[in-house]
């Protein structure tokens, strides 16, 4: 299951993402360790790593997804005769029969050159937005290797892909929003991060995904009404102001379960939201579909040189049914 995570910058989405993907990796079903779990950073700030609990010297250190595209569209071309080189691979193309398939677990090349443990949770990250970019690129180009690691994921219930997503309503810049099973849109008890709730909701409604909003920051009852008020149905839960988070902030971090029960709890509900969820895998086809040919009449036919719809493999819908190459 495909998980992200949205909201106004400050509003504690990354520090929601990470404890999220702890809280998942910390799980022990039944006794049968943790689930399958992959969490990426795809926000124009990269702090998921320091919010896992790496230092900013072992952020730092981390490799990225940027660094590594070509390989990895190499990779996941395989030998889909629809995608005449790498070259032609663009961050919306889509799989196709002869494409390589990526599980949420598992040994393969792509996952050897950018995966990396922080914390006990699979990490990858799309690289800092640099010196060298300024002026020159759009950091949407490398949140592109994101959007493509999605495409070709063949996550099903039980294995979790939590992504700290960029700030705001940035993301409808491209199609990525589309591309998960659920998604949490953090937000405090201000007008602000209210007016970015309402935007993004906007947005999405018109592609029919359902935003479910946590409350984050959260002091007392005035709070909880204030959201309930401005957001509706769509508020699942809320947290509390945290001294755990304080502390983890300050270069403390303790085991997850430390953290305060009612967060816990929250926390609790969201995975149960995200178990509920019926993968619909025809609908994420029909958008990767939607999106691609938007992009390759805007910019990628003329940026590669050849018509780039011609990648769709008619009738193909990837997912855990799919072969994996």
Known sequence: MKISFVGKGGSGKTTLAALFARHLAAADPAGGGPPPLLAIDADINQHLGTALGATEAEAARLPTLGDHLPEI?????????????????????????????????????VYAAVVREVAGVRLAVTGPFGNDDLGVSCYHSKVGAV????????????????????????????????????????????????????????????????????????????????????????LLTWLTRSDYVRSAERGAPAPVHALEP????????????????????????????????????????????????GQVDPDYVPGPQAPVH
């Open 73 to 109: 569209k190499e990779y996941l071309r395989g030998d889909n005769p629809r995608i005449s080189s790498a070259a032609a691979m663009v961050k919306t193309t889509p799989p196709g029969r002869g494409s390589r398939l990526l599980p949420v677990d598992g040994d393969n090349p």
């Open 147 to 234: 959007e493509l690691l999605l495409n070709h994921l063949t996550d099903g219930p039980g294995e979790y892909v939590v992504v700290d997503m960029t700030a705001g309503a940035d993301s409808f810049a491209s199609g990525l929003f589309t591309r998960f099973d659920a998604t949490f849109l953090v937000c405090e008890p201000t007008l602000r991060s209210v007016g970015v709730y309402r935007q993004y909701a906007g947005y999405a409604r018109e592609y029919g995904i359902r935003v479910h909003v946590v409350g984050n920051k959260v002091d007392d009852s005035s709070d909880v009404e204030f959201l309930r008020q401005h957001v509706g149905a769509d």
């Open 262 to 309: 009612a967060n816990r709890a929250a926390l609790d509900l969201l995975r149960a939201t995200v178990d509920a969820q019926v993968q619909d895998w025809a609908t994420f086809r029909r958008h990767a579909v939607e999106f691609h040919r938007r992009n390759a009449l805007a910019w990628a036919n003329d940026r590669v040189g050849e018509d780039l719809a």
